[in-house]
């Protein structure tokens, strides 16, 4: 298959490369640009390791075409890190247990990121019910309830003090 | 207790933020120049002789660079001295469907797989066995020629006096219980990268370096020392991240060895990653098991005698069979106080993927039954499920009738605290019907007393090096599976040097830099490891205060360290931030001029100030650097003699320096007409000796008894003549966040005399608990006792249906009654693969004869 040249828009930064036409996003990320946060966990698009944002909507990289992604933003858990440091979510999932092995966890951040930037002040259930998207083998999801409370309050806190300023 | 500044300390894993940025680097993650792509060619057949292998169309293929087969390294080798029945690829047979015939090397993944289609494989097939107890009576087609009746081992223990135990009960109870199998699905499959290095003295291949998804690196440097034939030294293995073990990667998983043996014949690095499919069929998980159980209390509750027969189908190589067969009947004791016990086990191997250890490895099958039972036998002598366990406790310090050495035993206040916490007096058996609550409990070791290789090394040794810019490297050999030991063990150094988190930095789990740990299975690892690096740093800290004394004129055991700073007993510390510094992650640069510099000058202006009472943790290292000439401190541990257990056959097996104990409250609800079994929330209490990390702890606690609920209610494997039929993670029905229940985790501190700062095993002795405590509650809720695991709707209402006389029974298949098992089921009933597949073996229960584990007239 002859090749395409393709332009993606990833985490602000913009990629030129050549890809055939049938490459996953996934592999393309992986491979090609060498952004290995976002993770291969099955065959069947059932574990949601590859999320990854379109636009800001948190979606599967193992399901796209890369050529498919041109004209929108992705963003992949290497863009999640705020000015050098680390987003209030993803400080939180170290603080708080949420990720223990680690290999679910860029999904989480994607999926959780996404959902927190949509409705910043989420009920236990709309949390439940965008986690399940994701699954994880070591924590139970207890503990990630637990980094996600904190990590609303943390940005709660700062938006606070953002005002007062 | 408290005195400490980091031990006890809710602390983030030191490796945590690699995890959330994605910039961690797992095997799969890793690439080097000029790397190929492995792919292996799986048998379509669950037992079968090779005929021919012609790989000559594959190797014409674009792009392919070489073709593997089990002609190119057929040593044997296995997990265990006695079960070395694997070759990288397979010699002569094939043994089950899945089982690595061989291996395309090529430029790409697409273009490897493209080439797998044509190799050309004739194979013969063979009878093949799937029942454990058909494959029992086995005398002709035997899956390995030396196991007469396909029996990997079997073991017959009696302690006590089982006769009279059962003669002087008041009450006896017997019955069947099945479990099904489940595997680890640990979210990163298997990946393996094998580069060797060309020799500048010979001009050949000469050492190799392997990254592998592992927790027992040092073993896999061991197997593949015997695969290829070179000396360990010239093999190096490297852990990076690994995503998820539960057991699963603590044993050489085929693709590590052929990795390495296609980098060999395709002379460049080469890379294999399972697909999620292959990471099924490489398996190694619980094996189903039968458990045959009869269990004698007096009226009082007393147990007197336990008898117990528990048949593991083990699939086609022994993997840790041997093991796990053993530990079914070990951890019989060490939980209550059993005076009688008599224990047959059978570890059988089938035409399946190879069991082996999983997360709670060999006892949790046999404490849903037991667990179960103990439950029924409360109720015959109208006794509370709680108080029965708490008649049967130990008294520790003690030794239990099998010959382990119980020293901490936190048990009765873990049935306490989850009896409070769950209002189980004021709860139990008092909830509208279709609601209940159940207890279960169990333990688990804190580490294996001998280790596989047998052999007098120590299990754990760690070096520590200290420099003069105050760094901290602690080497280990300890894998962090996600765990969080690299986290555990910079505390412990952190903690016994006085100095900041910060400071340590840990080298862990690369065979050329870290000393000899056997790595992270049976829950070893902070007792043992967690030892070595209290000792090793404790060896440092005696030279710092041996040369800090002589500086400050008192004894070096008059030093103190803490806060990042040193000072003589009864001198002011001169801290003025407390204790509360330390925890914060942040280096101090207290005293760096002097401490990394040090120049005569400086060293003249310090003799003439004359004795100091108090110095940063720099200085006192400089000062210990000077006056020693070096500063590393070593430690390791071997368990004590008196913890290595008996004299019988198989007594090397369950004894373990100290015991984790937990207890489980489950409060569910029974939907009866669909047969749906929601929990609730689950109150677990864990005896940790001390929570070195409480986060860690708990989470550890959570996942365990998370993983036993998916095993409880929804994990499975399916098998249809073979054949796995739900080798995803979409059919594999791991709980996803909607179904996951509540967990309160409750540490429990026993503090026990050997682990470092009095710390036992976290992470797997709670999940056993977990599946008879949903069972009980079950009954609690709707009057049904299942036998067989997981409890699925299915299940559920096939009980509930026979417990009414319902004519409208399921009859999924004939021997289908989840209340009183009898065997295992195939996939399907009535779908049976008929006429196709192999030549049955005379013995096979679908030969003929309808079949007891099939359906033939097509009910459903």
Not at chain 1, 9 to 20: F, I, K, M, Q, S
Not at chain 1, 60 to 80: H, M, P
Not at chain 2, 427 to 453: D, E, F, Q, T, W
Request: aromatic share 6%; proline share 5%.
């Amino acid at each position: 298959m002859p090749k395409l040249l393709i332009s993606l828009d990833v985490n602000g930064r913009t990629h030129e490369l050549a890809c055939e036409p049938n490459q996953l996003l996934l592999d393309c990320l992986r491979q090609d640009l060498g952004l290995t946060g976002t993770k291969r966990g099955c065959d069947d698009s059932s574990c949601g390791a590859c999320t990854v944002q379109l636009d800001g909507v948190p979606m599967l990289a193992c399901t796209l075409l890369a050529a498919s992604c041109q004209n929108q933003r992705i963003t992949t858990v290497e863009g999640l890190a705020e000015h050098g440091s680390l987003a209030a979510i993803q400080k939180a999932y170290g603080d708080w247990g949420g990720s223990q092995c680690g290999y679910c966890t860029p999904g989480f951040m994607m999926t959780v990121h996404a959902l927190l930037a949509q409705n910043p002040d989420p009920t236990e259930e709309q949390i439940r019910g965008a986690l399940s998207s994701n699954l994880c083998r070591c924590t139970g999801y207890t503990q990630m309830y637990e980094a996600i409370r904190a990590a609303i309050a943390a940005e709660q806190k700062g938006r606070t003090e953002a005002r007062r300023a | 207790m408290s005195g400490f500044s980091i031990i006890g300390k809710p602390i983030a894993m030191v490796d945590a933020a690699g995890k959330t940025t994605g910039l961690g680097k797992y095997t799969d993650d890793l690439t080097l120049p000029g790397m190929l792509i492995g792919k292996i060619l799986h048998s379509p057949y669950p037992h079968a002789r090779i005929q021919r292998i012609d790989a000559t169309r594959a190797l014409r293929s674009k792009g392919v660079v070489a073709v593997v087969v089990g002609a190119d390294a057929p040593n044997k080798y296995g997990i265990l001295p006695v079960g070395h029945d694997e070759t990288a690829l397979a010699v002569e047979k094939v043994r089950y469907i899945g089982d690595n015939v061989a291996c395309v090397v090529a430029e790409s993944e697409a273009l490897a797989e493209r080439a797998l289609e044509l190799i050309d494989v004739e194979y013969e097939p063979l009878p093949a066995y799937f029942d454990p107890e058909e494959s029992m009576k086995a005398v002709s087609d035997l899956i390995h020629a030396e196991k007469p009746h396909n029996l990997e081992k079997d073991y017959h223990h009696v302690f006590g006096d089982p006769g009279k135990g059962f003669a002087e009960a008041d009450c006896i109870v017997e019955g069947r219980y099945l479990a099904n199998e489940v595997t680890h699905a640990a979210m990163e499959p298997h990946s393996t990268l094998a580069s060797f290095e060309l020799d500048p003295h010979t001009g050949n291949m000469g050492r190799l370096t392997v990254w592998s998804s592992t927790q027992v690196p040092y073993y896999l440097q061991h197997k593949l020392s015997i695969v290829l034939e070179m000396p360990m030294s010239q093999i190096r293995v490297i852990k990076p991240l690994v995503g998820g073990g539960f057991g699963g990667k603590s044993e050489v998983i085929p693709l590590e060895i052929i990795a390495a043996v296609a980098a060999r014949k395709a002379r460049a690095p080469v890379k294999i990653t399972y697909t999620r499919e292959e990471v099924f069929w490489a398996h190694r998980g619980r094996p189903r098991t039968i458990v045959d159980l009869k269990t004698a209390v007096k009226k009082d509750g007393a147990i007197t005698a336990v008898a117990a027969k528990v048949i593991q189908d083990g699939g086609a190589y022994c993997s840790y069979g041997v093991v796990t067969i053993l530990y079914s009947g070990a951890l019989l004791g060490a939980l209550y106080d059993i005076p009688n016990i008599r224990y047959d086990g059978y570890r059988v191997l089938t035409n399946k993927p190879a069991c082996g250890a999983m997360r709670g490895h060999g006892t949790v099958n046999v404490r849903f039954a037991f667990e179960s039972q103990l439950d029924e036998l409360a109720v015959k002598i109208g006794m509370d499920a709680a108080a029965i366990r708490r008649r049967n406790l130990l008294k520790s310090p003690c030794m239990t009738v099998n010959g382990l050495r119980v020293q901490s035993y936190g048990l009765p206040e873990c049935i306490a605290k989850v009896v409070e916490r769950s209002r189980w007096a004021e709860r139990k058996s008092k909830l509208p019907r279709g609601r209940g609550m159940g207890i279960g409990c169990s333990h688990y070791v804190s580490g294996a007393a001998n280790s596989i290789i047998r052999s007098d090394m120590p299990h754990s040794t760690v070096n520590i090096k200290v420099d003069r810019d105050g760094g901290v490297v602690v080497y280990t050999g300890a894998s962090d599976i996600g765990q969080g030991s690299d986290t555990m063990v910079a505390q412990i150094a952190a903690e016994t040097l006085g100095c900041s988190l910060a400071r340590v930095k840990v080298v862990a789990a690369d065979t050329d830099l870290t000393p000899v740990d056997i790595g992270s299975y049976s829950s070893r690892v902070t007792f043992m490891n967690g030892n070595a690096t209290l000792r090793a740093a404790e060896s440092v800290r005696a030279q710092i205060a041996a040369a800090v004394g002589h500086r400050m004129n008192c004894a070096p055991g008059d030093v103190v360290f803490g806060d990042d700073r040193v000072w003589k007993r009864g001198a002011s510390p001169d801290s003025t931030t407390g204790a509360a510094q330390a925890v914060i992650p942040e280096v101090t640069v207290s005293g760096h001029v002097e401490g990394q510099i040090l120049r005569g000058s400086v060293q003249q202006k310090r003799k003439e100030e004359g004795p100091r009472d108090r110095m940063s943790f720099e200085e006192a290292v400089v000062a210990a650097i000077d006056f020693h000439g070096t500063l590393t401190g070593v430690g390791s541990y071997a368990p004590p003699v008196e913890a290595r257990g008996g004299k019988h056959k198989g007594a090397g097996v369950g004894p373990s320096p100290a015991y984790s104990y937990s207890a489980q409250v489950a409060d569910v609800s029974v939907d009866e007409e669909t047969g749906e079994v929601t929990v609730h929330k689950i109150w677990a209490a864990h005896d940790c000796g001390r929570a070195l990390n409480p986060v860690s702890v708990e989470g550890q606690v959570i996942g365990s008894v998370w993983m036993g609920l998916g095993q409880a209610l929804q994990e499975e494997m399916v098998w249809k003549d073979g054949l796995l039929m739900n080798p995803s993670l979409l059919e594999y029905r791991s709980p996803s966040s909607t179904e996951s229940p509540e967990i309160e985790a409750i540490i429990v501190e026993s503090i026990d005399p050997e682990g470092p700062f009095g710390a036992k095993e976290a992470s797997e002795g709670s999940l056993a608990a977990c599946i008879p405590a949903i069972a009980n509650a079950i009954y609690d809720a709707v009057g049904v006792r299942l036998r067989e695991s997981p409890f699925t709707p299915e299940r559920v209402l096939e009980a509930l249906r026979a417990k009414k006389k319902d004519a409208r029974k399921y009859r999924l298949t004939r021997s289908f009654d989840p209340v009183n098992p009898v065997t295992f089921r195939e996939h399907g009933g009535a779908l049976r693969f008929k006429g196709k597949g192999p030549a049955r073996h005379s013995h096979d229960a679908a030969n003929g004869r309808g079949s007891q584990n099939g359906n033939p007239r097509g009910e459903v």
